[in-house]
C-alpha cells in the first residue's frame, strides 16, 4: 500500500532564507506528484504537478523535483516571505487515486 | 471565474439524519473526488469519479454514497451520519483524470452530534 510521508511536519524559518521541503513515497510505480499549499480554513491549491517521466518542474520562486527510483520529491522555495507561511502538501497519483502526505506546516518569520 | 463550490461550508448535524453535501464544478471538468481531512491522519479519499454515471471508492468509502448524474455535479451523500464522520470535506476537480491539475472546494466542515 502506498505510504506518503513528509518531513519536518513543522518548519519556522526566517524571512528571505531558501528552504526544502521533503516528500517521500514507498511506492515507485507513479503517474505524478503533486505539490499543494493549504491555508488555515481553505481548500488546498495546486503549486506543481510533475509527471512520472518528468524530473522537475518550476514556477516563480518553486522548484520541485522528483525522483521515483529513490521514491523522493523535494519542494524547494527561494526567498521565502511571510506569505509563504501555509501547510504544504504533497500527493502521488496511481490507478485513478490520489494519496496524500500529512503536509508540512511552513511559518516564515518576518 | 473558474471555481469548485461546495455548499454548505459549516454543517452540525444530529446521528442518524440523512444529509448531502453538494460539490459543483464550472470548468466542464472529467475527474471529481471527495476527500476528508482529519487532524493527524491527512487527506483522505473518499470516492471519485472519472465522468458522468463513472464513479469509484476510494481509501474511506464507508458510510458514504455518491452520485455523478451531471458533468458539474458531485454530491457526496451522509445516509445515517454518526460521529466518527465529523471531519473536513474538500471536493475537487481536475480535467481529465488525475493527471491534471486539481482544483479544490473551500471545504465542509461536519460536525455530527
Known amino acids: 500500500k502506498q505510504e506518503v510521508t513528509q518531513i519536518p511536519a513543522a518548519l519556522s524559518v526566517p524571512e528571505g532564507e531558501n528552504l526544502v521541503l521533503n516528500c517521500s513515497f514507498t511506492?515507485?510505480?507513479?503517474?505524478?506528484l503533486q505539490w499543494f499549499r493549504q491555508d488555515p480554513g481553505k481548500g488546498l491549491t495546486s503549486l506543481l504537478l510533475?509527471?512520472?517521466?518528468?524530473r522537475e518542474q518550476t514556477s516563480g520562486r518553486l522548484n520541485a523535483s522528483l525522483d521515483k527510483s529513490s521514491g523522493r520529491s523535494t519542494l524547494y522555495i527561494a526567498a521565502s516571505q511571510p506569505g509563504d507561511s501555509a501547510t504544504y502538501l504533497c500527493?502521488?497519483?496511481?490507478?485513478?487515486?490520489?494519496?496524500f502526505g500529512k503536509g508540512t506546516r511552513l511559518h516564515i518569520l518576518p | 471565474e473558474a471555481q469548485v463550490t461546495q455548499n454548505p461550508r459549516y454543517l452540525i448535524t444530529v446521528t442518524g439524519k440523512k444529509l448531502t453535501v453538494t460539490c459543483s464544478q464550472n470548468m466542464n471538468h472529467e475527474y471529481m473526488s471527495w476527500y476528508r481531512q482529519d487532524p493527524g491522519l491527512g487527506l483522505r479519499q473518499i470516492y471519485y469519479s472519472m465522468n458522468v454515471e463513472v464513479t469509484d471508492k476510494g481509501d474511506v468509502p464507508e458510510g458514504y454514497k455518491v452520485s455523478r448524474k451531471e458533468k458539474r455535479n458531485f454530491p457526496l451523500i451522509l445516509e445515517s451520519p454518526s460521529p466518527n464522520q465529523t471531519s473536513l470535506y474538500f471536493c475537487?476537480?481536475?480535467?481529465?483524470?488525475?493527471?491534471?491539475?486539481?482544483?479544490f472546494g473551500q471545504g465542509t466542515r461536519l460536525t455530527v452530534v
Open positions: 511506492d515507485s510505480a507513479i503517474y505524478n
Open positions: 500527493a502521488v497519483v496511481r490507478d485513478d487515486k490520489i494519496i
Open positions: 475537487a476537480s481536475s480535467l481529465r483524470g488525475t493527471n491534471t491539475e486539481a482544483f
Open positions: 510533475i509527471q512520472s517521466s518528468q
